[in-house]
């Protein structure tokens, strides 16, 4: 594992999420194959050098020590910082990243139930931010599929939820973020049937819709998936094989 040049032309895999989801602990973990006890509020995005091995079913920790011919494919695992204020670094590297293979979005699912409407409103943007992004590339070509990872962390905590709750929470949530955003235009006395699906550029999900899901993310070639794990007790496997099926 080596610190990477900014400048290399590698697939990547960019981590997202609230603060103290665990997202530098994660990019630890995988670097030095233990957590460091002390990260702090992270203000600049990090990118490290990453190498999945070509048997994709070796645990993290084996594929690091493996080096056994075959194909080895290496790619940039990119933290960013979760505080509001520099959520620009994260936006950015969602849209203008060539060859950006997954989203990593990392939630502390121990504090879930405090920080839901927080986390939510994050994740919205960045569901809206790669649905525009598909919808831009309409033309000709149909744009390949984006996958995003909502990686619930902290399974280690007794408060943690189990994954199918996060989801439903989420789900739940993000519905109602869009009903309110939504209000301004409902309000503008125009009926929900009558806007054009591309007008409305606020609205995440199949336009109109009752209840969100992720699901409806399909329609816009992203898929979604939530993993639960520990980067505390190094149960990051089920992401790391995510990450490396999506190379
Ligand atoms: P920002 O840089 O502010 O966006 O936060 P971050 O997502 O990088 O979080 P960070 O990795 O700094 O972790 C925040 C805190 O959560 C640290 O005290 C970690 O030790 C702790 N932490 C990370 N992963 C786990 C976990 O799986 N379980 C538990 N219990 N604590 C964790
Ligand atoms: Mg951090």
């Keep these: 594992v080596t610190r990477a040049t900014p400048y290399t032309n590698l697939p990547s895999v960019v981590l997202v999420g609230p603060p103290g989801a665990g997202k530098t602990s994660l990019l630890t973990l995988l670097e030095r194959g233990d957590a460091a006890i002390d990260t702090h509020t992270s203000q600049v995005p990090q990118s490290i050098e990453l190498t999945v091995s070509a048997d994709q079913h070796l645990s993290f920790r084996e594929a690091v020590k493996d080096d056994a011919p075959g194909e080895h494919k290496k790619f940039l695992l990119v933290d960013t910082p979760g505080h509001g204020k520099l959520r620009n670094f994260a936006m950015d590297s969602l849209v203008a990243r060539e060859g950006l293979k997954g989203i990593v979005f990392m939630l502390?699912?121990?504090?879930?139930?405090?920080?839901?409407?927080?986390?939510?409103?994050?994740?919205?943007?960045?569901?809206?931010?790669?649905?525009?992004?598909?919808?831009?590339?309409?033309?000709?070509?149909?744009?390949?599929?984006?996958?995003?990872?909502?990686?619930?962390?902290?399974?280690?905590?007794?408060?943690?939820?189990?994954?199918?709750?996060?989801?439903?929470?989420?789900?739940?949530?993000?519905?109602?973020?869009?009903?309110?955003?939504?209000?301004?235009?409902?309000?503008?006395?125009?009926?929900?049937?009558?806007v054009d699906n591309e007008e409305n550029d606020d609205w995440l999900g199949e336009f109109g819709s009752e209840k969100f899901t992720f699901g409806q993310m399909q329609e816009f070639n992203l898929e979604v998936d939530i993993v639960g794990g520990s980067v505390t007790e190094a149960k990051v496997d089920k992401w790391w094989h995510w990450v490396s099926e999506r190379l």
Excluded at 140 to 163: C, E, G, M, R
Excluded at 172 to 194: F, H, P, T, Y
């Design 108 to 194: 502390d699912a121990a504090t879930l139930d405090e920080n839901l409407a927080a986390t939510a409103n994050y994740l919205y943007e960045v569901l809206l931010a790669l649905q525009k992004r598909v919808s831009k590339t309409k033309t000709s070509k149909t744009p390949s599929v984006i996958n995003v990872l909502i990686a619930a962390n902290k399974s280690d905590l007794f408060t943690a939820l189990p994954s199918t709750l996060v989801k439903s929470n989420l789900e739940a949530e993000l519905g109602r973020i869009r009903k309110s955003r939504s209000k301004g235009l409902l309000a503008s006395g125009v009926g929900i049937d009558d």
